[in-house]
């Protein structure tokens, strides 16, 4: 009956006849195994992880002789995860504080506040997860949401505008702790300032018009100054349409 059945069918077939073998091996198979040696006390011989594996054993005795399930095996691998990344967040944040010279009580805080944005944020693209979060900058400037083939948009929203001119985008790059906060921070004069903020954006110095334009906004090179400096070339057209 194969032999006549559409193309697709046919396809539909050796799909689902390889997705339940892949499931026997993978979920049925290894880990009945897995759950027999947690059941008889061998896992430590078998696991590089010691906590996992006295957290295993314990949900088993709470079980009374029950199998464990995948799921409840996942959990307590997830659990263990978390508790681990959340071990290395505050090594790093102390680290962090050290080296940055974090030490008043507003300090840390605005350390933790741009880490936490950071980590959630601003991954290498391979670690982003796709698509990204809604409300996220590359969601918002037209990253496909994946519903539909091709669904990425490159037109320009009222969306967009609002989160440059009054979101939270600008708010963390001026964190005292971002890259470009602390690379404006540093300059001493306002030439200075504006080269960094095009370095940042554009990864090229300001042309001599621009810097004419701009130097009227950076002022006397305050922190403010900068800040509206900053504000201001990130609403330019040219970040907006070419970056």
Do not use: C
Request: net charge negative; glycine share 4%; proline share 3%.
């Amino acid at each position: 009956m194969l032999g006549w059945a559409p193309e697709s069918d046919r396809d539909a077939f050796w799909r689902r006849a390889i997705d339940e073998a892949a499931e026997e091996i993978v979920y049925t198979t290894g880990f009945k195994k897995f759950a027999e040696l947690a059941r008889e006390g061998k896992l430590e011989e078998q696991v590089k992880d010691p906590e996992f594996a006295k957290e295993i054993a314990t949900v088993i005795k709470a079980k009374e002789g029950k199998d464990l399930s995948i799921d409840e095996a996942l959990a307590v691998f997830n659990k263990g995860l978390r508790a681990r990344l959340t071990e290395q967040q505050k090594t790093r944040l102390k680290r962090d504080a050290e080296t940055l010279k974090a030490d008043t009580k507003e300090e840390l805080a605005s350390l933790k506040a741009w880490e936490s944005f950071r980590d959630s944020y601003m991954m290498r693209a391979a670690d982003l997860r796709s698509p990204a979060p809604n409300g996220h900058f590359l969601r918002e400037f037209g990253q496909s949401d994946r519903e539909l083939v091709e669904n990425a948009s490159d037109d320009a929203t009222v969306g967009q505008a609002l989160m440059l001119l009054n979101g939270k985008t600008f708010t963390n790059l001026m964190n005292p702790y971002s890259m470009v906060s602390r690379a404006i921070r540093r300059t001493e004069t306002p030439d200075q300032t504006i080269d960094s903020i095009y370095l940042a954006l554009f990864s090229r110095k300001a042309t001599a018009e621009e810097k004419e334009l701009l130097m009227p906004v950076v002022g006397k090179n305050n922190v403010t100054n900068k800040g509206d400096a900053l504000w201001a070339v990130l609403n330019t057209r040219q970040f907006y349409f070419i970056q």
